[in-house]
């Protein structure tokens, strides 16, 4: 802990920085709060997708073996041109949206490829758009949950550090300004009781003084004559 100016200066300072650590940390632990929960929701998404990723192939495999020409579809057949991505905001963190992704078709010649090969690369394109969608979820994870960090970083510092070590602050300055008033008005009436014992000196050694005078001006009497 830092050491402390014991000043009423200080003791205000203190506790206006306890007010505002009070005043945010509910904000932060909602944030907080609000981030773990979409954490779950975007993680329980993306698990979905992959989900559906797999039953598609499995699906497009079954499907390509029922036809016995497995080596027909090749994977070159179908690319990722370009992956299109919004914007969001999530508890002030901006984060990439999916919007779909635009595909090419490789070349094949028609009459040696079989009926189905379109039909084939619609299904690739749909795998390749889900592989995408769970892509950008993992990303939003990503930084959702670097933010989640720093929150709960700061909760615990708010928490376990500052708001704490303010307290104590304002406790030891207080305590420190208490014994000095009480010091003080100890030292306050010690002085006033030592005036108070050298005026009444002064006062009786003023009284002693005016009374010797008093005595050595009053006229002596005269002796009866022989």
Same mark, same amino acid.
């Given at each position: 802990?830092?050491?402390?100016?014991?000043?009423?200066?200080?003791?205000?300072?203190?506790?206006?920085? #306890?007010?505002?650590?009070?005043?945010?940390?509910?904000?932060?632990?909602?944030?907080?709060?609000?981030?773990?929960?979409?954490?779950?929701?975007?993680?329980?998404?993306?698990?979905?997708?992959?989900?559906?990723?797999?039953?598609?192939?499995?699906?497009?495999?079954?499907?390509?073996?029922?036809?016995?020409?497995?080596?027909?579809?090749?994977?070159?057949?179908?690319?990722?041109?370009?992956?299109?991505?919004?914007?969001?905001?999530?508890?002030?963190?901006?984060?990439?949206?999916?919007?779909?992704?635009?595909?090419?078709?490789?070349?094949?010649?028609?009459?040696?490829?079989?009926?189905?090969?379109?039909?084939?690369?619609?299904?690739?394109?749909?795998?390749?758009?889900?592989? #995408?969608?769970?892509?950008?979820?993992?990303?939003?994870?990503?930084? #959702?949950?670097?933010? #989640?960090?720093?929150?709960?970083?700061?909760?615990?510092?708010?928490?376990?550090?500052?708001?704490?070590?303010?307290?104590?602050?304002?406790?030891?300055?207080?305590?420190?300004?208490?014994?000095?008033?009480?010091?003080?008005?100890?030292?306050?009436?010690?002085?006033?009781?030592?005036?108070?014992?050298?005026?009444?000196?002064?006062?009786?050694?003023?009284?002693?003084?005016?009374?010797?005078?008093?005595?050595?001006?009053?006229?002596?009497?005269?002796?009866?004559?022989?």
């Amino acid at each position: 802990m830092a050491k402390i100016k014991l000043t009423k200066n200080e003791q205000k300072a203190q506790k206006d920085a #306890l007010k505002m650590y009070q005043r945010y940390l509910p904000t932060l632990t909602l944030k907080k709060q609000q981030l773990q929960s979409e954490i779950r929701t975007i993680e329980q998404k993306a698990n979905e997708v992959r989900a559906q990723r797999v039953a598609l192939e499995q699906e497009f495999k079954v499907w390509i073996s029922v036809f016995g020409e497995e080596e027909a579809f090749k994977p070159g057949m179908v690319t990722v041109r370009n992956i299109k991505k919004g914007v969001g905001n999530i508890a002030g963190v901006t984060i990439p949206v999916y919007e779909g992704a635009e595909f090419g078709r490789g070349d094949y010649d028609l009459y040696e490829t079989p009926l189905w090969i379109d039909l084939a690369a619609d299904r690739m394109e749909k795998a390749l758009s889900l592989d #995408l969608e769970a892509s950008v979820l993992d990303e939003q994870v990503r930084l #959702l949950s670097q933010e #989640l960090r720093t929150t709960s970083q700061r909760v615990n510092l708010f928490e376990k550090v500052k708001i704490p070590e303010a307290k104590a602050n304002i406790k030891k300055i207080s305590v420190y300004l208490g014994d000095q008033q009480v010091s003080a008005v100890v030292i306050s009436k010690v002085s006033k009781k030592k005036i108070d014992q050298r005026n009444a000196a002064a006062a009786l050694a003023k009284k002693a003084e005016e009374e010797a005078l008093a005595a050595s001006s009053k006229p002596k009497k005269k002796g009866a004559e022989a």
